[in-house]
C-alpha cells in the first residue's frame, strides 16, 4: 500500500489502527471470559474481566479524541475519510460489547453457587459465533476484505435463530420448574446480551463495508452483489 | 589583522574604486566646461547669437548654425521616431519570433556601432546623389535618421519588453484585439522608455559633424535655411570651422560655440527628462 | 463515466470538449480529453504541477494558441458551435468566454472606475451615458462595490491583493461574459481574502458559467460542484464534487487527493 506523503499522517493513522485492534482483542476475550466465568462459576475470573472494562473505556477515549486530531488537522478525504469516521463508529460499537460483557459477569458473580437451568450448549454456540463475528469483523477491517464482512453480516441470522430456540428452551424449562424462576429469568438476559453482541458485531461488519466501498449498506436490505465482490 | 578588519578595509576599497570611476570623469569634465565656460562666457551675447559668421572674428555670429542645428534635430526625430517605434513594434509585438527575429536583432545592434562616416557616405550617394535631394536640410536630415535609428529602435524594443505580460494577458481575456492592446495598454506603459530613446536619438544627432559635412552642410553660411531643401549648417562644424582659423579670436568663437551647442543640448534633455518623469508619475511606476 | 452521472437531473452542458489534444512545440500537453462543463454551475480543476490543467483552461477561450508553438485539434464546443471553426473570431469569443488570473493584475495607470470599464473601452464598446451603471453592477457583482464606491477615483493599484482580484473580475463581469475561467485565482492571495473569493464564486455561480483551476484541493472540494481531475494530460476522472472526496471511483484520484503521491 503507498504512504501517505505526510508520514505525520501516516503514522496517526496507524496508532489509530493499532488502538481499534487491541480494542478488539481485549473485547474478544472479554467475551469468552466472561461466558465461561459463567459456566464455570469463577468469580474471581468475572472480576478479572470487569476490571478489564477500563481499559477498553480508556481506549474509546483515546481513539475519540485522535480521531477529532486527524481532522482537525488534515482533513481527510475519500478513504482516509472514510476510515477516520469508521473508527468514530467501531469504538461505540466495541465499547458496548465490552458492557455487555461485564453485564454477563455481574451476573455470574450474582448467581455463584446457585443452581441453574442453562441452555448450556446454545448459550455455549452463540458465544462462539459472537465472539468470531467479532473476530470476523476486525479480520474483515484490517484486510479491507468486504466479502468477509458479509459473510459476517449472514452469520447474525444464525444467532437470531439461536437465540430464539434458546428462548423457547428456557421459557419451557421456567414451566415445568417453577422454583427456579429468578434463574430462567436471568438466563434469559444473558442470551439477550449474547443477541446484541452478535448485533455490534453486525454494525461493526456494515462499517467495514462502507469503508472499503463508499456504499453504505446500513438500514438497507442485503446487496445482492456484496457476495461476488 | 583579523578577517573581520581585512574584510572591511576591502570593502572600503572597492567602495573608493567604484567612487573614483565616477567622480574622476566627471571632474575631468567639469574641468574641462569650466575652461570653456571662462574662455566663452565674455564672448557671448546677443550680438553673438543673432548674427552671421564673417571673416571678422568679433563680428561673427553663431545663428545660421543654431538655426540649422535645430531644423535638423526637429526633422531628424521627425523622421527616426516614427520609423523606429513604428519598427520596433513590429519586431517586438507582431513578428514571429524565431532565427529571423534574432538575425534582426544582432544586425540592429551592430549598426547602433557602425562610425558615422559611413553613414554620411550613405547618405551622400543614396540621399543626395540617387534621390536628387542636393545638399539639403533633408538630406542631412535622412542621413542623421539612418544613424540614430538603431539607438531608437533597439531602446523602444527594450521598453516594450518591460511592459509586463500579465498586463497584455488581461486585455487578451477581455477581448481585446492586437493593436487595440498595443494602443491602449503597452505603448502608454512603454512610452517613458520611449521618449529615453528619443534623447539618446537627439544627443547622438546633435554633435555630429564628419556625416554632415559629407552629405554637403555649408561651413560659413550667411543666410538662414529657408526650407527643407535649402543648404544648412549646424553648430559642430561652425565650431570646427572657427577652431581652424588661425586668429586667437576665433578660438573665442569656438569655446563660445561649444558652450551654446552644450546648452542647447541640455535644454533639450531637460525637456525630454521632465516630460518622461511626468509620464512614469502616472504610469504608477 | 457519464452513465453514473445521467442517473441525476443534470444542468444542462455550456461547454462540450471533444477529444481535445494539444501541443507546446513537441511537448504534448493534452491527451485526449473529453468532458462536458455544466451550465451556471463550478467545476474545478485538479491535478499536480505539469498535469495541463493551466492548458485545458486556456483552450476554452483560445488564448492557449497566442503562445508561439502552440497547437490544439479536436472540438470544443460552446452552446453547440464550435469555436475554433475558422469563421470563428477568437476576439469575439473571449468578450463571451472571460478570465481572471493567477497574480490580480488591474492595468496599473488606470483608476478604479477606469478598469472596471476598460475591458469596454478597449473593445471601443463604451458608452458614456450607461458607464456609471456598469460600473456599479459590475463593482456589485464583485462584492467590491461598497468598500470602493467612494474612492471609485484612487488608482486601481492602491487596494490590497484580495480587493484587487476582485476588481479584475468586476472587470470581466463589465463585459457581461456567459463563462467565467479563474486560473488559481486565489494562490497570491492570504486565507481571509481567499475566502471572500470562494463565497463571491458561490455567488456568481447562479448567473454564470464558472471553470477553477486550483492547486488547492480544499478550495476544489468547497468551492465547486464538479470536479475534474488530470494527471499527465489525461482526464483521469470527472464526478460531482461531493463523490469524488468521499468516495473516487479511480484508484489515482484516490492517492492525489490523500496524497498518497511521490
Known amino acids: 500500500m503507498t504512504l501517505h506523503t505526510d508520514r505525520e499522517l501516516n503514522h496517526q493513522l496507524e496508532v489509530l489502527r493499532g488502538r481499534l485492534l487491541r480494542m478488539a482483542g481485549l473485547v474478544e476475550t472479554m467475551i469468552d471470559d466472561s461466558v465461561r466465568a459463567l459456566m464455570e462459576v469463577n468469580v474471581e475470573l468475572a472480576r478479572q474481566t470487569i476490571a478489564r472494562d477500563h481499559q477498553v473505556n480508556r481506549i474509546e477515549v483515546e481513539t475519540d479524541e485522535q480521531c477529532l486530531l486527524i481532522i482537525a488537522r488534515w482533513q481527510p478525504v475519500a478513504s482516509d475519510l472514510r476510515f477516520v469516521t469508521l473508527a468514530l463508529k467501531m469504538v461505540t460499537d466495541l465499547e458496548r460489547i465490552g458492557d455487555l460483557a461485564v453485564n454477563i459477569c455481574e451476573r455470574a458473580i450474582d448467581l455463584a453457587g446457585r443452581p441453574a437451568i442453562w441452555p448450556w450448549d446454545e448459550v455455549q454456540e452463540m458465544t462462539n459465533i459472537a465472539r468470531g463475528m467479532v473476530q470476523g469483523s476486525v479480520d474483515a477491517f484490517v484486510k479491507g476484505d468486504a466479502v468477509l464482512a458479509q459473510s459476517v453480516i449472514d452469520q447474525d441470522d444464525v444467532v437470531d435463530d439461536l437465540y430464539v430456540q434458546a428462548f423457547q428452551h428456557v421459557l419451557s424449562t421456567m414451566q415445568e420448574h417453577h422454583e427456579d424462576l429468578p434463574g430462567g429469568i436471568h438466563a434469559l438476559s444473558v442470551l439477550k446480551w449474547l443477541e446484541r453482541v452478535a448485533d455490534h458485531a453486525t454494525n461493526l461488519s456494515e462499517l467495514v463495508v462502507f469503508m472499503v466501498k463508499g456504499k453504505d449498506i446500513r438500514h438497507m436490505a442485503r446487496d445482492p452483489h456484496i457476495a461476488h465482490g | ?285 | 463515466m457519464t452513465a453514473a452521472l445521467a442517473s441525476q437531473r443534470l444542468p444542462s452542458t455550456k461547454i462540450a470538449v471533444s477529444s481535445v489534444h494539444a501541443w507546446f512545440g513537441s511537448n504534448h500537453v493534452l491527451k485526449d480529453v473529453s468532458l462536458n462543463f455544466p451550465e451556471k454551475s463550478v467545476t474545478a480543476i485538479i491535478g499536480p504541477s505539469g498535469c495541463g490543467k493551466s492548458t485545458l483552461l486556456r483552450s476554452l477561450n483560445r488564448m492557449h494558441e497566442l503562445v508561439e508553438g502552440a497547437r490544439i485539434s479536436g472540438n470544443i464546443l460552446l452552446d453547440g458551435k464550435d469555436i475554433y471553426d475558422p469563421g470563428v473570431d477568437p476576439v469575439l469569443l473571449r468578450r463571451r468566454v472571460g478570465m481572471v488570473f493567477q497574480k490580480p493584475n488591474p492595468f496599473p495607470s488606470m483608476t478604479i472606475r477606469e478598469n472596471v470599464l476598460s475591458g469596454l473601452k478597449l473593445t471601443g464598446r463604451l458608452e458614456h451615458q450607461s458607464s456609471d451603471d456598469i460600473v456599479r453592477r459590475a463593482l456589485r457583482g464583485a462584492a467590491l462595490w461598497d468598500e470602493v464606491k467612494d474612492r471609485l477615483h484612487s488608482p486601481g493599484i492602491s487596494l490590497s491583493g484580495g480587493q484587487q482580484q476582485r476588481l479584475c473580475i468586476a472587470r470581466s463581469l463589465a463585459v457581461r461574459p456567459d463563462v467565467l475561467l479563474m486560473d488559481e485565482p486565489c494562490s497570491a492571495l492570504d486565507p481571509i481574502a481567499s475566502a471572500k473569493i470562494e463565497d463571491l464564486i458561490h455567488t456568481l455561480s447562479a448567473d454564470y458559467t464558472i471553470v477553477i483551476v486550483t492547486h488547492n484541493m480544499q478550495q476544489a472540494a468547497r468551492v465547486s460542484n464538479y470536479t475534474a481531475f488530470m494527471l499527465h494530460g489525461e482526464l483521469v476522472e470527472f464526478s460531482k464534487t461531493d463523490q469524488l472526496f468521499t468516495a473516487p471511483r479511480d484508484p489515482r484520484t484516490e492517492d492525489y487527493i490523500t496524497g498518497k503521491f511521490g
Open chain 2, 1 to 285: 589583522m583579523s578577517t573581520v578588519t581585512r574584510r572591511k578595509i576591502a570593502e572600503r576599497s572597492f567602495f573608493i574604486l567604484c567612487a573614483s570611476a565616477i567622480v574622476i570623469p566627471l571632474g575631468v569634465l567639469a574641468l574641462l566646461l569650466w575652461d570653456v565656460g571662462r574662455d566663452a562666457a565674455p564672448r557671448i551675447d546677443v550680438q553673438f547669437l543673432t548674427s552671421f559668421p564673417s571673416r571678422k572674428a568679433a563680428l561673427a555670429g553663431i545663428l545660421p548654425a543654431i538655426v540649422g542645428s535645430l531644423y535638423l534635430i526637429v526633422l531628424t526625430a521627425a523622421i527616426a521616431l516614427p520609423i523606429g517605434v513604428g519598427a520596433a513594434l513590429y519586431l517586438e509585438e507582431y513578428a514571429k519570433k524565431g532565427r529571423l527575429s534574432s538575425l534582426i536583432e544582432i544586425n540592429i545592434a551592430n549598426l547602433a556601432g557602425v562610425p558615422s562616416i559611413i553613414y554620411g557616405l550613405l547618405g551622400l550617394g543614396v540621399f543626395v546623389r540617387v534621390l536628387g535631394l542636393g545638399r539639403s536640410l533633408l538630406a542631412g536630415a535622412l542621413t542623421m535618421a539612418l544613424l540614430v535609428l538603431p539607438i531608437v529602435v533597439m531602446v523602444t524594443r527594450e521598453s516594450l519588453r518591460t511592459v509586463p505580460g500579465h498586463l497584455r494577458e488581461a486585455a487578451w481575456g477581455l477581448g481585446a484585439t492586437r493593436w487595440q492592446i498595443v494602443r491602449q495598454i503597452v505603448l502608454p506603459q512603454a512610452f517613458p522608455g520611449i521618449l529615453t530613446g528619443a534623447i539618446l536619438a537627439v544627443s547622438r544627432a546633435i554633435g555630429e559633424t564628419a556625416p554632415l559635412v559629407a552629405v554637403g552642410a555649408l561651413t560659413y553660411m550667411t543666410f538662414l535655411p529657408d526650407g527643407i531643401d535649402a543648404p544648412f549648417t549646424v553648430l559642430p562644424i561652425q565650431i570646427f570651422n572657427w577652431v581652424s582659423r588661425p586668429q586667437e579670436a576665433f578660438l573665442v568663437n569656438a569655446a563660445a560655440g561649444i558652450a551654446v551647442l552644450m546648452a542647447t543640448m541640455l535644454l533639450l534633455n531637460s525637456v525630454a527628462i521632465y516630460l518622461r518623469n511626468r509620464l512614469q508619475h502616472q504610469t504608477g511606476r
